[in-house]
């Protein structure tokens, strides 16, 4: 089962940052944060993913808190080709049980 | 990144008749292979877990009889539905993990599967 709680809908303004929360309260110390996206009717594409210590890569950043329980993914410069379903794993390298994911609705 | 593709993108059956479903990992080795159904509005459901050269799990409640899974080789997994039904109806997607970068899964572009 998903180990993780989203809001399920998120609207941001087009060039604006967009911040995407995950409550992962249960998560275990071997288990890393993992996002993905999906833009309809297609798979699911790797964003970014994270232990302990914040990330960024070209297309976002990690925060995750210091207790591990939460994270947020920033999208620093929304477009309209952001607009998705946003889903945030934990697992430990292995199986991935998705939740429910955000859906994101980045606005002209 | 990596690149997963699957075969065919849409496929339509009548009931009754078995459907493959093909995955490949382009261009890397995949050592494990995941096979996944999202009916419409929903999240994805992980169905099985396939590693090469062994018989695949299956998450509960996933009938491995009628959700026929082979990992032949480190490129390619499939997927056979048999025995489709109206309710099998579904958009299928298959991921795979051996990349550089630990647990990272690359998903393939979904199939979708229309039984008559």
């Known amino acids: 089962d998903a180990k993780t709680t989203q809001p399920t809908s998120m609207d941001c303004a087009e060039g604006r940052a967009a911040n995407l929360p995950c409550n992962h309260s249960t998560i275990s110390g071997n288990e890393y944060v993992y996002w993905y996206r999906q833009i309809h009717s297609q798979g699911p594409q790797y964003i970014i993913h994270?232990?302990?210590n914040n990330e960024t890569n070209e297309m976002a950043s990690l925060i995750i808190t210091e207790d591990r329980k939460s994270s947020t993914l920033i999208l620093p410069h929304a477009t309209l080709r952001d607009t998705a379903v946003y889903y945030c794993i934990v697992s430990t390298g292995n199986q991935f049980y998705f939740g429910t994911g955000t859906s994101l609705t980045v606005i002209p | 990144g990596a690149v997963v593709s699957q075969h065919p993108s849409r496929v339509i059956c009548k009931s009754g008749t078995s459907v493959k479903i093909e995955c490949r990992s382009l261009?890397?080795?995949?050592?494990?292979m995941f096979w996944y159904r999202q009916f419409p509005k929903k999240s994805l459901m992980l169905m099985a877990t396939s590693n090469e050269g062994s018989k695949a799990t299956y998450e509960q409640g996933v009938e491995k009889d009628k959700f026929l899974i082979n990992h032949a080789s480190l490129t390619l997994s499939t997927l056979t539905v048999t025995s489709a039904h109206p309710e099998d109806s579904s958009f299928y997607i298959c991921?795979?993990?051996?990349?550089?970068?630990?647990?990272?899964?690359?998903f393939g572009p979904g199939t979708r599967l229309t039984v008559t």
């Open positions: 991921s795979a993990r051996g990349g550089r970068t630990l647990g990272e899964q690359y």
């Open positions: 994270g232990l302990k």
């Open positions: 261009d890397f080795q995949a050592t494990t």
